[in-house]
């Protein structure tokens, strides 16, 4: 097999309580790319298509995630990467990580899997890195591993996979505006008071509870973010509106997906995850802003050969 | 039957990144009463051994819990309450904790049980209350329901079983030292760097998905407190000693009991804890400090009829 297509999914980080730890992984909404084993020695990056990329190995996520495999390696022949991205760049759903992961994902196939999904990522945080200048895997673990992910550290990588129920979706609004990372990062306080602190590891030692025991109640209960969410949502147009109406319409909780635009709402069950859709979308038409969304089931697999 | 024989036992609360949140259930450390249904209405404390404390039912911890119980029931008899009491106050291994469910969960079983355990372990806080000065339940639900708890709320009492492993044994150093709770409390900072909050949910999360998956390795991973226990720690001579040796003898995690001055060390199966015991008590014996040892398998059940 000298050629092969994946798919590699988009990825919500933080969830709520679990912010900087944790991170589920998407269905239908992700990038495809081909990669090609070729005679040529080093990593090429021959076609993009979907949003303007660099083709530039060094410059491109998937380039550079590609080169840390293939420098731990000694090959006497290259690989090509087509790219054909659906995650738009900037909406908080592992754009860069789905890029990130692909690449190494495939070449990993064609090599007959020389690494483990831990070792794989391990080289998708160089990639990841070039996207949000620092080293983190919270989007990278779930589009590897499927699922819920827990990145218990990054040096060492350590990532804990958590069960989920199987009849978990989630519906995402991606408000088409731009959240620069540096503000982001900017709005969040450098400490918490202890009383926020408690609430949140409560709410997340119970939400891995929850996930564990496939109890949607306890999920509801525990979809909350003391600390992030009070500073992070004055950057989102209309938050509290789409978490209210999401709330109404039966979502199980609501939060910003990574460092925003986007916000996730999890759902019990396919058809109270359309209403929710609907429900976002009829209350986000009203403001004037442009924006999509996705509703998906869990994806448990994570990246894929298709 | 009018009169029942209850093991009440001891538990550790706090458990290292659960801080405030997290408790779990000793075995063979606990308190003994004897509950007499009689005609003479009331609650009254007609028997205590061990300890120097209150006959006074309000003033009594047991006393207070069970007359918050008896409150709430319309009955035209009352209750003796015998108290055999093995764990010494201030110990910081729920001393308090065992007296407030012993005597709810005696009369409980007297009256064929009127109340579930969430229920019980609502008017078991009024006696907690009594002693703490605060309204919580980290040891109270270790003690009612056994094994390992996460307390989720308070207000509603909110109280989460997690499984644990079946081969995970605590073993206790209790130095004969006083600290205030006053003390322990006003050493804690009101604010803590959120870097360190991360760290801290991340071992939590952690921790509670390896009592889920019997992971024992993940286990020793967890349990690390980057928050409370670099301060309370100072208010115990010869913490740091007691820790390494405990992890040199093989012990997975030690941390402090409750507010301490007891400190507690988990360990995989008994041999390991045998030998953790020993370590620590041929190290504190040098100390000139007075100290008890307990080596318990962790109690799954919880406060039993005997």
Redesign the interface.
Known sequence: MNEIRIFSPATVANVS??????GFCLDGVGDEMVIRKVDKKGIRITHIEGFDLPYKTELNVAGVSALAMYNALDLDFGFDIEIFKNIKPGSGIGSSAASAVGSVFGMNELLNRPFNKTQLTEFAIKGEALASKCEHADNLAPAMFGGFT????VSPL?I?E?PSPNDLYVVIIHPQIEIKTSEARAI???????SD??T??????????AL?TSNYQ?IK??LHDA?VEPHRSQLIPHYSKVKKVALQAGALGSGIAGSGPSIFSLCEGFETAKQVSKSISDTYADTGIDFDMHVSKINKQGVKVI
């Open positions: 309580c679990g912010f900087d730890v944790m827990l990145v218990k550290s350590h804990l958590i969040l306080p450098k400490a918490i008071p202890l602190a408690i949140q590891w409560s709410n997340f030692g119970s939400l891995v509870h564990h306890l209960d525990s600390v």
